[in-house]
């Protein structure tokens, strides 16, 4: 790997956000950004030794984790809360410098051939939306398109926390990345030892054995790389996608249009999965591919939260057959469609397959009663009623 520039480890370290937790060593960005003159030149020949070597020192192994609370009981349940790794702030900074680099030479040469729209520089979550918003009104309002359309959300349970690292290294094979730089990144988590800070104090530590860091850096993109092979896969060798169909203007006299077909088996964002079809038969295809790459990959799919809509059933019980296979437990897949009116989510917005202004109305509707339900009991203190007068000024 080439070496880390001055310049460049200079914009790197101002580039990093304030008011953030830092490490065990407590090590913050703002006292990266003060560096100068030799402590400055050691960070640098610290971070280019690291990349050399394809290694980090046995101190950045070391992290503690911040279990924060969910917005329910905690119960004694450590489900119950979203646990976040602080790591070694000198650590992330050489981990960014990397990311940038193979990021950018992923996203040039359009090396993932997946589709997943995070995890590279452009992704955004307002291409998914927008997809998943066409094809909805395509089929609901276009009278030529007789496709069916079948969709099921899936729900991977803990992506980062499930990745296995041989399985990483070989999907950073098979985009025939260096060999150091592979070293280099499943450096970064084995060895690990983390502690967890509680109301009583920090725990003893212990070894981690599979997953990667919440909080580090090139995870987003490591975890699109480890499913590449996967989504490229649904994009090749599955049968009936969806096809969704757009009309470009070629000229307007006489007006000429040009027809665009693009067959969409899936949409994915991060770990956000939808497959697509225009059969149940497609579905079925998909969920038999997700399955056995989830066994094979150690990857927890939780099927109780699979969300299955179809504008073939509605509000019935439909049971999948899903393919033969030794690394499938069970063969069959039951899920319950939702009924047309009803709504779901997707990257925080909420769709309806009948693709009617209406059930926004009953959406806002329900959230509004939902929250003055939950507000009604509370007692109202002085200094928020004084606050609720300042604001009616306004």
Not at 55 to 75: G, M, N, Q, S, T
Request: hydrophobic share 40%.
């Amino acid at each position: 790997m080439s070496p880390i520039l001055e310049d460049k480890w200079k914009s790197t370290l101002n580039s990093m956000p304030n008011n953030k937790a830092s490490g065990p060593s407590k090590i913050s960005y703002e006292m990266l950004k003060h560096l100068t003159g030799e402590a400055f030149n050691l960070s640098l020949i610290l971070a280019n030794a690291c990349l050399n070597q394809g290694d980090i020192p046995a101190d950045w192994r070391e992290a503690l984790v911040y279990p924060i609370p969910k917005p329910h009981e905690f119960d004694a349940q450590l489900k119950n809360t979203r646990p976040i790794t602080l790591l070694e702030t000198v650590r992330k900074c050489v981990v960014k410098v990397v990311t940038i680099r193979l990021s950018k030479i992923l996203a040039d040469n359009q090396v993932l051939q997946g589709g997943n729209f995070a995890g590279l520089p452009g992704g955004f979550t307002d291409i998914p939306i927008k997809m998943l918003d066409a094809i909805i009104h395509q089929r609901r309002f276009d009278k030529s398109d007789d496709q069916e359309l079948w969709i099921v959300s899936q729900d991977i349970f803990k992506a980062f926390d499930s990745i296995d690292l041989n399985m990483l290294r070989l999907a950073l094979i098979r985009l025939h990345i260096p060999s150091l730089l592979i070293k280099f990144i499943i450096n970064l988590f084995t060895r690990r030892n983390n502690k967890i800070i509680t109301h009583h104090g920090d725990t003893s530590g212990y070894r981690i054995r599979i997953g990667i860091d919440q909080g580090e850096i090139i995870s987003p993109l490591l975890w699109v790389i480890y499913l590449d092979p996967l989504l490229t896969t649904l994009n090749r060798e599955t049968c009936d996608p969806f096809i969704l169909k757009s009309s470009a203007l070629l000229d307007y006299s006489p007006i000429e249009y040009e027809q665009h077909n693009l067959p969409v088996s899936h949409i994915t964002f991060m770990d956000d999965s939808t497959l697509i079809a225009s059969s149940k038969r497609g579905i079925e295809d998909r969920l038999s591919i997700t399955a056995e790459f989830y066994t094979l990959n150690n990857t927890q799919a939780n099927s109780a939260k699979y969300i299955l809509l179809s504008s073939e059933q509605f509000s019935q019980t439909i049971v999948f057959d899903l393919s033969p296979s030794p690394l499938i437990a069970s063969h069959t897949l039951t899920l319950k469609a939702l009924a047309l009116s009803k709504s779901f989510r997707f990257l925080g917005v909420w769709f309806c397959l009948s693709a009617s202004s209406r059930f926004v109305h009953d959406q806002c509707t329900f959230m509004v009663k939902d929250m003055a339900a939950l507000l009604s009991p509370k007692k109202l203190w002085h200094n928020m009623w004084l606050t609720f007068t300042m604001l009616s000024y306004f």
